[in-house]
């Protein structure tokens, strides 16, 4: 059973950067078989799909956000990252990391990221 | 983009009732991409259905999901006291991947 766990700061100030990291267990960043994702969801509000990146190292963002985001594998640690820039109150967020296999098949449980000073 | 927009915002139902959810996209959607997810407050997102009515591993076959065209439609047909919950339509067929902006199913 592929288990995912979100792990970070949750606490990031205006104007720096966030950076998440979703350790993977019960499978492998490098099989080919699915895209590695985030999404996140604001307090009270629906998902917002931010990317992923495939084993291979290929990525793919949602034009939204893309000026700002990486997302980044790291194989020997069977993890993948994210990085988002420039970061303001409208990013606060629970941000997941998902496996897309069959659709998002697999979810973490999430960690909760707020902007504030 | 693919916008998805899901009807009612709101469904007011009993235990025992039928629920049908409804989520429209602005254009086709790939290969039937859509996949219907379960979410309860303080927890991550359930993959309920996926290809549009194949339903996920272990979710029981109450939930049922269809499509026809560019509307696709998530049906629970006898509700549990455990299927009071927000219900969310994903494409995952283009790109960038879409949400519906959910519809809760709440008890009566």
């Known amino acids: 059973q592929v288990q995912l766990q979100e792990s970070g700061p949750g606490l990031v100030k205006p104007s720096e950067t966030l950076s998440l990291t979703c350790a993977v267990s019960?499978?492998?960043?490098?099989?080919?078989?699915?895209?590695w994702s985030w999404i996140r969801q604001p307090p009270g509000k629906g998902l917002e799909w931010i990317g992923y990146?495939?084993?291979?190292?290929?990525?793919n963002y949602n034009p939204s956000l893309k000026s700002r985001v990486a997302i980044s594998l790291d194989k020997s640690k069977n993890q993948f990252s994210l990085t988002l820039t420039s970061v303001t109150a409208a990013d606060t967020a629970m941000y997941y990391c998902?496996?897309?296999?069959?659709?998002?098949?697999?979810w973490g449980q999430g960690t909760m990221v707020t902007v504030s000073s | 983009e693919i916008v998805l927009t899901q009807s009612p915002g709101t469904l007011s139902l009993s235990p025992g009732e039928r629920a049908t959810l409804s989520c429209r996209a602005s254009q086709s959607v790939t290969s039937n991409y859509l996949a219907w997810y379960q979410q309860k407050p303080g927890q991550a997102p359930r993959l309920l259905i996926h290809?549009?009515?194949s339903r996920a591993t272990g979710i029981p076959d109450r939930f049922s999901g269809s499509e026809s065209g560019t509307d696709f439609t998530l049906t629970i047909s006898r509700l549990e006291p455990e299927d009071f919950a927000v219900y969310y339509c994903h494409q995952y067929g283009g790109s960038p991947r879409t949400f519906g902006q959910g519809t809760k199913v709440e008890i009566k």
């Open positions: 998902a496996r897309e296999g069959d659709a998002f098949d697999m």
């Open positions: 290809g549009a009515s």
């Open positions: 019960g499978g492998s960043v490098s099989s080919s078989c699915c895209f």
């Open positions: 990146i495939y084993y291979s190292g290929s990525t």
